[in-house]
């Protein structure tokens, strides 16, 4: 089975960057559309940013010009680079599949506060 593992999360101040890391165990990455969501306390898991096998890229306009997904395919790791952080975008961060219906089970995610 499948497991996502995310990591790379933390507190920091407002204005703040954090780089996301994604791996999955057993799967190589560099074959599938993959995705970053985040899910605050009290609402749902938002879709944040995704990357296409081919390296095309598409964002929330929330985080759209703060944001970048980028892919290591050597590494077999997808990153999420987040700079210009808000209190906004506390969450926990996790990645996945872009297609729901062939998306894998969830890891446990990161955790990120912004936070003066």
């Known amino acids: 089975q499948v497991q996502l593992v995310e990591s790379g999360g933390g507190l920091v101040q407002p204005g703040g960057s954090l780089r996301l890391s994604c791996v999955a165990s057993g799967r190589t990455l560099s074959m599938f559309d993959m995705a970053w969501y985040r899910q605050a306390p009290g609402k749902q898991r938002e879709l944040v940013a995704q990357?296409?096998?081919?390296?095309?890229?598409n964002y929330a306009d929330s985080v759209k010009g703060r944001f970048t997904a980028t892919r290591d395919n050597a590494k077999n790791i997808v990153y999420l680079q987040m700079n210009s952080l808000k209190p906004e975008d506390t969450a926990v961060y996790y990645c996945?599949?872009?297609?729901?219906?062939?998306?894998?089970?969830w890891g446990q995610g990161t955790q990120v506060t912004v936070s003066s």
């Open positions: 996945n599949r872009v297609i729901r219906s062939l998306q894998w089970p």
């Open positions: 990357i296409g096998s081919g390296g095309f890229t």
